[in-house]
């Protein structure tokens, strides 16, 4: 395979932290799930581990994307 052939490829490991990510945030959502909760269903055996890996993702902790989250969907709610 020659180099740049594929416009839309991923490397495996770039592909998998993208669905963590994704299912990280998803989660996070969920106000009654604690992230420690969610540090185990998506595989870390720490929740420090988790928040560190996170926050080099997103450049926030994953308390403050819950924050973020909560004051965006209040506000959100507000307009309507």
Same mark, same amino acid.
């Given at each position: 395979?020659? +180099? =740049?052939?594929?416009?839309?490829?991923?490397?495996? &490991?770039?592909?998998?932290?993208? #669905?963590?990510?994704?299912?990280?945030?998803?989660?996070? %959502? %969920?106000? +009654?799930?604690?992230?420690?909760? *969610?540090? /185990? &269903? #998506? =595989?870390?055996? +720490?929740?420090? +581990? $988790?928040?560190? %890996? $996170?926050? &080099?993702?997103? =450049? *926030?902790?994953?308390?403050?994307?819950?924050? %973020?989250?909560?004051?965006?969907?209040?506000?959100?709610?507000? /307009?309507?």
């Amino acid at each position: 395979m020659k +180099h =740049g052939t594929t416009k839309n490829y991923m490397r495996p &490991r770039k592909y998998l932290s993208e #669905l963590k990510l994704h299912e990280a945030k998803v989660l996070i %959502q %969920q106000a +009654h799930l604690s992230l420690t909760d *969610i540090a /185990e &269903r #998506l =595989g870390y055996s +720490h929740l420090s +581990h $988790f928040s560190r %890996q $996170f926050k &080099r993702w997103t =450049g *926030i902790s994953p308390m403050e994307y819950r924050k %973020q989250v909560a004051v965006n969907s209040l506000v959100e709610n507000l /307009e309507l």
